[in-house]
């Protein structure tokens, strides 16, 4: 109940295109999922989240969608560069707990120029 | 403002040796966590502390102790390394955001070998 399930593993979209990663989860009582972006050699950074109360939210190029009676949510890239080239880590938590966070696996990303 | 600094950045050991990960944090956060990063494994928590003196299990400790003496450093011992040890190594530190969730910093990582 604990799990969150990401994929695809991996994704190779042409540059311009619109890459989309899903994530599910089981626990009901999750109520923030946010989305992490990695390069090569960093920790994981911050990049968007949303709570359950809305089903989508968009910050730039980026946005969540969120289904709550399916429990998914996906991160989709408009208009994607080469340099959105990452793992895209998404991730589950409660609000009013200690900020325990429960993280999908990644998705390696490549935008192909 | 420096955030999470871990050192050192790369680390090899030989099976049975011990070594101490070290993770600063200089933005007051009372939240920290120790995480490994295995390829395609995703985020693992080995421990997390929500403040000084106050330490937890996370879901991989075997192996594994922290301390937390201050708000600002979290260590992680490993003792009598083992070749399932080799992994990168990230601490992290949390913060509530504006919009009413919360993020974490991370440092940079320790990518240690045992060999």
């Not at chain 1, 989305?35 to 994981?44: D, E, L, M, N, S």
């Not at chain 1, 989709?76 to 560069?81: P, T």
């Not at chain 2, 955030?3 to 050192?8: A, K, S």
């Not at chain 2, 997390?48 to 979290?74: C, H, L, Q």
Request: with cysteine; glycine share 10%; hydrophobic share 30%.
């Amino acid at each position: 109940q604990q799990q969150v399930k990401q994929s695809p593993q991996s994704l190779i979209v042409q540059k311009g295109g619109i890459p989309i990663i899903n994530c599910a989860y089981e626990n009901t009582a999750f109520d923030y999922f946010p989305w992490y972006q990695q390069f090569p050699g960093k920790g994981p950074a911050l990049l968007i989240a949303i709570r359950p109360d809305v089903s989508e939210k968009k910050e730039g190029r980026f946005t969540i969608s969120f289904n709550k009676s399916a429990k998914q949510f996906s991160l989709h890239i408009m208009d994607s560069q080469p340099g959105d080239s990452a793992t895209y880590f998404c991730a589950a938590g409660r609000l009013n707990s200690n900020y325990q966070l429960i993280w999908g696996a990644g998705t390696k990303l490549i935008i192909k120029p | 403002n420096a955030g999470v600094t871990q050192t050192p950045k790369f680390r090899i050991l030989k099976i049975g040796q011990s070594m101490t990960l070290q993770c600063t944090q200089d933005m007051n956060h009372n939240y920290m966590y120790w995480y490994r990063q295995d390829p395609g494994m995703g985020l693992k928590l080995i421990y997390y502390s929500v403040g000084a003196g106050i330490t937890d299990k996370g879901e991989v400790p075997n192996g594994y102790n922290v301390s937390r003496s201050t708000t600002e450093d979290f260590p992680l011992r490993l003792e009598l390394a083992a070749p399932s040890q080799t992994s990168v190594y990230f601490c992290a530190s949390s913060y509530t955001s504006f919009s009413g969730g919360y993020g974490y910093t991370f440092g940079s990582g320790t990518r240690l070998t045992v060999v």
